[in-house]
Nanobody, 125 residues
Framework: QVPLVESGGGTVQTGGSLRLSCAGS????????IGWFRQAPGKEREFVAH????????HYADSVQGRFTISRDNAKNTVYLQMNSLKPEDTAVYYC??????????????????WGQGTQVTVSS
């Protein structure tokens, strides 16, 4: 497992932007695929975005495609989630998670074995 710490959450108005960071520790960070998930009150945790170990491949939920961009800088042990054109329905706690088995079912949160503590994103209308 790898310790993960999210940061960058906050409150923005509809149409605004935020960039979340997911910082990992340890020398093997670049061996992990990283996913971003979110959970709103009373709702299930849902997949947002995923990047493979190198950052050369990305996947997105339909609801964020074209608005969110996931990227990583392995030299800094950090994965980013740039969120543009934010909507009130994007309001949630956002979590990053690490997967050292490179699962094909990247949208399945049960496949990830390390999680951060989460960062709150609130989009006001």
């Amino acid at each position: 497992q790898v310790p993960l710490v999210e940061s960058g959450g906050g409150t923005v108005q509809t149409g605004g932007s935020l960039r979340l960071s997911c910082a990992g520790s340890g020398r093997m960070f670049d061996s992990y695929a990283i996913g971003w998930f979110r959970q709103a009150p009373g709702k299930e945790r849902e997949f947002v975005a995923h990047t493979n170990w190198s950052g050369g491949r990305q996947h997105y939920a339909d609801s964020v495609q074209g608005r969110f961009t996931i990227s990583r800088d392995n030299a800094k042990n950090t994965v980013y989630l740039q969120m543009n054109s934010l909507k009130p329905e994007d309001t949630a706690v956002y979590y990053c998670a690490a997967d050292d088995r490179w699962t094909m079912t990247y949208w399945d949160h049960s496949k990830y074995n390390s999680w951060g503590q989460g960062t709150q994103v609130t989009v006001s209308s």
